[in-house]
């Protein structure tokens, strides 16, 4: 690409979201990203990590500290035994795993359940702040250390948040990740803020 002058420079439009410009005036392409692991920037997207027990170790799930993760108190009630991780956005996703401590036993007994960010609806269908989890699989009698669901035979590709509840405790046990493998950035997020636009045609 070639300016002639510096006013051509100033005047150039470039498309936000393709191409950055750094401060020496240098053009870079923006990569959009294949194969990615959509729990690794959730906070970018709004998303986040909540914890009916052990909000503390909830925090480190997903730290890139394998010694350290998410355990529910036996004493809490069996009703909190929960991590919920919200991607914060949708994502054509095929696996879930579930990562726990190699120098502990992991979790035995528990349920995934997964949502697209559907809403749950009051009685006169007005949207509740609370997800709805259409899909879910029982993992019994667990010894590994990695659990991966396959999202297409669970028919569950979409993918906004992800529950784990713990149905037995198991002392020293720790989640310490929870991966999403989804086929690659959603270019269409953000759309507006980076002059793009979205026409929708019927008939």
Known sequence: M???????????????????????GTVHLVPARRNIDAAADVVR???GIVAGSDARGARQVGDDNGA????????????????????GRAVAASHVTLVFAENAPPLELFKVHLSTGEAQRD??????????FRAQELVRNNKEHRVTLNLKELDSTTLRAIRVTNLVPVQGARLTAIQVDAIGDNLSLDLADRGGTVRFEIG
């Open 123 to 132: 009685l006169v269908s007005n949207p509740l702040d609370r997800l709805v």
């Open 45 to 47: 997207w709004g998303g």
């Open 2 to 24: 070639l300016f002639d002058s510096a006013d051509d420079w100033r005047r150039w439009q470039y498309p936000r979201g393709a191409v950055e410009v750094s401060a020496d």
């Open 68 to 87: 350290t993760g998410w355990n529910p108190d036996a004493e809490d009630p069996a009703d909190d035994w929960w991590i919920e991780l919200d991607l």
